[in-house]
């Protein structure tokens, strides 16, 4: 709902994800964010954060809409977050 109405780049399918890019800054933290399925980012679409990317949608899907609530809870150090770190923090580009 906010993902394709902000985007004024691409919106394309890469496997389970949906990447809405050219958002503006101000519609995420970093280099984007994933809500559900959806990847919201300026220009932040490389292979390796797409596949970062998709670690997060599986994690979605596995706790759905308690995933908010834990990834707050994991902290907002993606070096210390369990969810940064098991998408990979290097693809992320955390490291």
Known sequence: MI???L?????RFVGDLIVCSGLPRWAF???GTCIGRVYLTR???SDEVLEHEGVHVTQ???YGMLMP???ALAGTNPLTNRFEIEAGLEKGGYQ
Not at 7 to 11: F, K, L, M, P, Y
């Open 3 to 5: 993902g394709v109405p």
């Open 7 to 11: 985007s004024t780049g691409r919106v």
């Open 29 to 31: 933290k970093r280099g």
């Open 43 to 45: 220009d932040n679409d």
């Open 60 to 62: 979605w899907k596995r």
């Open 69 to 71: 609530l834990l990834y």
